[in-house]
């Protein structure tokens, strides 16, 4: 019913184009009437574990015209979304026209444990995306808002690691400075003779034998008395 009424409006929006506006008429060109569109949805990664899933869901303006202030529906469930299955509404920020915008959701923690398959306990199987889920905007097209994944057919972003090197430059040690000694150039003191206090004893005198008196005499007599054979 609700795509039938909108079928209607939209050709007879295009086809009449005129309305009443302070007592003047205006045509509304066909090129006003934008479509959001679901472009991708992709699991991120856990920031906390106390908190439930995260997803980015990539949405797409197909539109002259900026679009801002709608709203994203995420539904997590074990098979078709029901009335009491858990769900997160978010408000969208502003997407330019023509332009794309990932919009962050993250769903309750109970779509963690959600079931028991023999003693396991399982979380989410399916996650169902609505834009524009509280219908403010009319669209050329209202059947791209809704999308149901399954969760084995998410992408999940990897976050890479990006190793930093750093280098540490070391100064080369200073050599150090060669001591020089300066050789002791004095003169050596005056050392006197150290004498011994105990008295050296004298050389002994020579013993002179007293002359023969007779050579003596002989001597004195006979001029060459030293020679005897004379």
Not at 99 to 117: D, F, H, K, Y
């Amino acid at each position: 019913m609700k795509a039938l009424n909108t079928a209607i409006l939209f050709i007879a929006f295009v086809t009449i184009g005129i309305v009443a506006c302070q007592g003047q008429g205006f045509i509304v060109p066909p090129d006003d009437i934008g479509d959001l569109e679901i472009v991708e949805v992709k699991q991120l990664p856990v920031v906390d574990q106390s908190c439930g899933p995260r997803f980015g869901i990539v949405i797409a303006n197909n539109s002259n015209r900026c679009v801002e202030n709608f709203h994203v529906t995420a539904i997590g469930s074990l098979g078709q979304a029901l009335p009491h299955s858990p769900r997160t509404t978010v408000v969208a920020g502003q997407i330019p026209a023509n332009g794309a915008r990932q919009v962050e959701v993250s769903l309750p923690i109970e779509t963690l444990a959600m079931g028991n398959r023999g003693g396991l306990i399982i979380g989410l199987q399916h996650l169902t995306v609505i834009i524009d889920s509280w219908d403010e905007f009319f669209e050329c097209n209202e059947f791209n808002n809704h999308k149901c994944f399954s969760m084995d057919s998410l992408p999940i972003e990897t976050v890479e690691a990006v190793t930093v090197e750093t280098v540490t430059e070391v100064a080369p040690a200073a050599s150090p400075q060669p001591t020089t000694v300066q050789p002791n150039t004095a003169p050596p003191a005056n050392i006197a003779p150290q004498t011994s206090g105990i008295n050296q004893p004298a050389p002994a005198a020579t013993a002179v034998s007293p002359q023969d008196p007779l050579r003596s005499a002989i001597e004195q007599i006979t001029p060459n008395g030293n020679n005897p054979s004379q």
